[in-house]
């Protein structure tokens, strides 16, 4: 296939396609905005619209949930979890007011394995051009596809208002803002710039995303509002700094999502190790509004 052909092909990546969405992951707590030591909640979920549920991984693959508090402290929140046992997966207590950042890995022991149409349209929707590129460039277009796969979640919870937050001298504002936008050392991760919950509210939504410690082009992300979730709000790729802009939301519940993959050796299992990384956030319904 000469360049033209895979350029064309390539372009589709910025498309949406809603069976493409059916793998997007992440941490729901039944409120984003909790008061200090209140016990909260918590589902993991998976998909989209009438494709959404709650995931059934099981607790054995997940390797690290923990809390990140405005001080940098660490709080391990594993013992918390108990995926698929009953009407929630897990909860979370957090006594200090401010923005927490809770963070979840999973291992990468999950495999998919579909046919050569479904997985070269699955690997379009998302952008992962590293494996359609690979496909083409070997002619294995028509050929079934297989990976291995992990997952990555991230969640900014606000403990108490805002304006209560830890910031009364510059340095401990400092710390409260580099909680949220530091690296939490995540192989894919999505890193706001700013703490969307922060007053004033930024008047955009920037993010940075990274692969393996460094800025990642190219890569799809979405904006999806949760309370309406067949389709993204928004879609951005982003820049050769890995940046990407969005509106900043005004209310509601949202969820930032983004899918890197790598091709494997041809000794693996699998064809390529795929990352699913997210990041969900939510601010209260303003006065007046309705659904």
Request: glycine share 8%; with cysteine.
């Amino acid at each position: 296939m000469n360049k033209t052909a895979i350029h064309t092909l390539l372009a589709a990546v910025a498309c949406w396609s809603a069976n493409g969405a059916a793998h997007d992951f992440w941490v729901q707590p039944t409120s984003f905005r909790v008061q200090p030591d209140i016990v909260t909640p918590l589902t993991l979920q998976v998909g989209h619209g009438a494709y959404r549920q709650r995931s059934p991984i099981s607790a054995t693959r997940i390797t690290r949930f923990e809390a990140i508090g405005p001080n940098g402290s660490l709080l391990d929140l594993r013992s918390r979890l108990h995926p698929g046992g009953g009407p929630e997966d897990g909860n979370f207590q957090l006594a200090e007011p401010g923005t927490y950042l809770l963070v979840l890995e999973t291992d990468n022991k999950a495999q998919s394995h579909l046919p050569a149409i479904r997985f070269n349209d699955y690997l379009q929707a998302e952008g992962l051009t590293p494996a359609l590129e690979q496909r083409i460039r070997t002619g294995r277009m028509d050929a079934d596809g297989s990976e291995s796969y992990s997952r990555r979640a991230k969640v900014l919870v606000q403990v108490g208002d805002p304006s209560s937050s830890p910031s009364a001298t510059p340095e401990a504002a400092r710390a409260a803002q580099q909680a949220v936008t530091r690296p939490v050392g995540l192989p894919l991760e999505i890193v706001p710039e700013q703490n969307p919950y922060g007053e004033p509210r930024p008047g955009s939504l920037a993010v940075r995303v990274l692969f393996e410690g460094r800025p990642l082009p190219r890569a799809l992300v979405k904006l999806t509002q949760l309370e309406h979730d067949s389709a993204p709000f928004e879609t951005q790729l982003s820049d050769a700094a890995g940046r990407a802009v969005f509106h900043m939301p005004a209310e509601g519940t949202w969820l930032l999502n983004v899918i890197w993959t790598r091709p494997l050796p041809r000794t693996s299992e699998t064809d390529f190790e795929t990352i699913f990384s997210s990041l969900s956030f939510g601010f209260p319904a303003r006065r007046g509004s309705r659904d």
